[in-house]
């Protein structure tokens, strides 16, 4: 659990959670602009590009969490293995 509070982690969750806010107020003011000025290229392209941004930040954000969650699983199961163990 050390790990929790290193400031290189909670910096890149915070940078994280930093872009996907950008990401989400970029589509609601594609979506501000699809509404008052009708479909125009600009709109789609900032909705479509926000939209991508999204789903690419949060499936970075798994991929990099499963690793750790697969190291903390592998650890467990050494432990579970360790304590039926006589030596």
Partial sequence: MKDDHDPRLV???WATR???WL???ALLIA???LYEEGISFV????FVA???LSIAIVMAEIERGQPASDA???????QQ????RVD
């Avoid at 903390?72 to 050494?78: A, I, T, Y």
């Avoid at 293995?81 to 039926?84: A, L, M, S, T, V």
């Fill in 11 to 13: 910096a890149q969750m």
């Fill in 18 to 20: 930093r872009l996907i």
């Fill in 23 to 25: 990401a989400w107020a």
């Fill in 31 to 33: 979506l501000t602009g």
């Fill in 43 to 46: 709109s789609v392209a900032v």
């Fill in 50 to 52: 926000s939209m991508a």
């Fill in 72 to 78: 903390s699983w592998q650890k467990f199961r050494d």
């Fill in 81 to 84: 293995r360790d304590r039926g």
